[in-house]
């Protein structure tokens, strides 16, 4: 805090030339409250700021006791240099720190804390207790704060390493403590802290216990920076055998980065498994994440993210930390030097692992069929095509006089020369998108019912019906186009089916004939249990078994058996990018991320059965014109406005 002017001014109220002091220094208290906003944002804010100095005090094991998502108690334990009683007593004071002595050494920082706030910022605002101690054979100090005041100083039995107890935090300002999240929320983010933590460094041990629960325990790895981190990620990450990913390793005289990579086919559709190292410190860099993507370049669709865990090492004199209250970004003096190597070193170990891309196996641009193609290739497309899972629309059956739908043909339910179609028809052309490749049979030409010669004007039949790159859905209405775009409408249909489950508990399950038991990280088994009672109203059945594990004897009927860890990973990973980015959360959260998951993706081509259907099925939604996060799901084109794009008078 900038040191205060002083100020005095003349008050017409006390008369004519008498000054009144009205700035003043802030009460200590006050002062590391207010700093303790940005320090100690929530639990795992404290837990991941007690890692930081444990492991700059040398430490090779950290333990973590929890209790009540660590609002009750957070404990961390560890086996470092510890601390004479003056040290001790001084680390709780605001800017008492042992990492730096000058302004040049702000320049060349190469330890992971370095401000000296942390420590006075959480006890602020707790019952603070640490106990510290350099060896086995003299006692050691235990020193009790309340609120940032000293209770007392005694000495202790003797230890090597600091144990800090941190309990009631927020006891002092309950405004903060009110707006934590629930218990299974604020559980997830200390997990995630840890987990960052425990990647950086693995030839350390952690551990996590919470309510007398194990979440996480890993040993410290052996072996090469690179062995053990592999060895690190396979323990902690669901990313498969470190043989399964793909090494990276270069060193220049400015840079060094090393590290894996996920292969493209594993790639999921959040950023959930990206992890980028400077010197040891995780950090977020969006700059840097587009390098990693640019080299995957036309190995991965659209909506697509691969798993990376990148160290990069540079000379500390090159990159700033002091940037962020939460030390989570950095700058580099030459950041576009730093994103180039990135790029090639990433691209060349792809190229190499995979090899070139193969070309030929591409899928040719689609548009428009204009009816210029010969007669034998008309029966073409009638073909079914394997889609991603429309929801059965028999689950809400069609009824004549959909207001939003008249709206669109510019009519009046009956009158609007809409044909009518039966629930059975939509609810077979939409179960064909659940079938996918398991159905090999080819619609017969002529089956799809009247075709655009003979249809009446309007959302008619499916020879009005066209899709653009696979992408757009292209229709006439009476007064001129539509334009819809199938993974937004998909989405707002799902979304729309998820919360009508979610409020009364009728979703569809299919029982597995295995059943099947699969493992998650900590954090990721930490959210998927506050889940389970909504997702058993989706139609999931499944139960913990033991440690981070859950056994799944049931799934929503739309979801073809062996997905189930796909759907579950990709659900949660989604959960937790809109918790995020968007702060959404409880149900609303789940049925987005179920929509967004369930969704046809642009790029998947429908046959005109499965645009039909998913047309009549987003007219069913009582918000048809806008997707769950308020993109428009089509747009309309009147013949007015066409008429003046080609300038016809």
């Not at 086995?136 to 940032?148: I, K, N, P, T, V």
């Not at 959909?402 to 629930?423: E, K, M, Y």
Request: aromatic letters at 6%; hydrophobic letters at 40%.
């Amino acid at each position: 805090m900038n040191a205060p002017v002083e100020q005095k001014e003349t008050s017409d109220a006390l008369g004519e030339g008498t000054e009144v002091d009205r700035i003043r220094l802030m009460p200590l208290a006050l002062a590391n409250k207010i700093a303790a906003g940005e320090v100690v944002q929530r639990p795992a804010s404290a837990v991941k700021e007690l890692i930081e100095n444990a492991l700059d005090a040398g430490a090779t094991r950290i333990d973590v006791v929890l209790q009540d998502a660590g609002s009750t108690l957070i404990q961390v334990t560890d086996n470092g240099s510890g601390m004479s009683e003056t040290d001790a007593r001084m680390a709780v004071k605001r800017h008492a720190t042992s990492k730096i002595r000058s302004v040049e050494d702000l320049e060349s920082i190469s330890t992971l804390g370095f401000r000296g706030e942390a420590l006075a910022s959480i006890a602020s605002v707790s019952h603070f207790d640490i106990r510290t101690g350099q060896d086995e054979e003299h006692a050691a100090f235990q020193l009790r704060l309340e609120g940032g005041e000293e209770v007392d100083g005694l000495p202790a039995p003797p230890i090597r390493g600091t144990s800090v107890s941190v309990r009631n935090l927020y006891f002092n300002v309950p405004a903060r403590r009110n707006f934590l999240k629930r218990p299974q929320t604020e559980l997830k983010h200390i997990l995630d802290a840890v987990q960052v933590l425990a990647l950086a460094h693995p030839n350390v041990a952690f551990s996590i216990e919470h309510d007398g629960n194990t979440l996480l325990s890993v040993e410290d790895e052996d072996g090469d920076m690179l062995r053990a981190a592999a060895a690190r990620m396979a323990a902690l990450l669901p990313v498969g055998s470190p043989e399964d990913l793909i090494r990276v390793g270069e060193s220049t005289s400015y840079l060094s980065v090393e590290g894996f990579l996920g292969h493209p086919d594993t790639a999921r559709r959040t950023r959930g498994l990206q992890f980028l190292f400077v010197n040891g410190r995780w950090v977020k860099n969006r700059y840097l994440e587009h390098a990693v993507h640019a080299a995957y370049e036309y190995l991965l669709p659209e909506g697509a993210y691969p798993f990376f865990a990148l160290f990069l090492n540079i000379d500390p004199r090159h990159v700033d930390v002091n940037v962020h209250p939460t030390k989570s970004e950095v700058k580099f003096d030459d950041e576009r030097g730093v994103y180039g190597m990135l790029r090639a070193v990433v691209g060349k170990a792809l190229g190499t692992t995979l090899g070139s891309p193969d070309f030929s196996r591409a899928k040719p641009l689609s548009g428009l069929d204009l009816g210029f193609s010969s007669s034998g290739s008309s029966s073409s497309a009638t073909e079914e095509h394997p889609g991603r899972g429309l929801p059965p629309s028999g689950s809400r059956p069609l009824q004549g006089g959909n207001p939003a739908l008249d709206a669109l043909l510019g009519g009046s339910g009956a009158g609007s020369g809409r044909p009518s179609l039966s629930s059975d028809r939509v609810s077979d052309a939409s179960r064909s998108l659940y079938e996918g490749a398991r159905r090999t049979e080819t619609l017969q030409a002529g089956s799809l019912g009247p075709t655009a010669s003979n249809a009446t004007s309007g959302l008619g039949e499916e020879g009005l019906l066209w899709q653009l790159h696979d992408t757009y859905i292209l229709t006439q209405i009476l007064s001129g186009l539509v334009i819809i775009d199938q993974q937004m409408a998909h989405e707002r249909i799902l979304y729309e089916q998820a919360k009508a489950c979610l409020k009364d508990g009728f979703g569809l399950s299919q029982q597995l004939l295995f059943p099947r038991t699969i493992e998650f990280s900590a954090s990721e088994y930490a959210l998927l249990e506050g889940l389970m009672p909504d997702l058993a109203k989706l139609g999931f059945d499944i139960e913990p078994f033991g440690g981070n594990s859950v056994i799944v004897r049931g799934v929503p009927a739309d979801i073809s058996a062996g997905d189930e860890r796909s759907v579950l990973d990709e659900i949660v990973d989604q959960y937790r990018a809109f918790e995020r980015v968007e702060g959404l959360s409880g149900r609303e959260n789940l049925a987005r991320s179920m929509a967004r998951r369930g969704a046809v993706r642009a790029g998947i081509p429908l046959s005109p059965r499965e645009m039909r259907s998913l047309i009549d099925q987003l007219f069913q939604c009582e918000t048809p014109y806008a997707s769950p996060d308020g993109r428009p799901t089509m747009i309309r084109m009147s013949g007015n406005e066409l008429r003046e794009r080609f300038d016809r008078k």
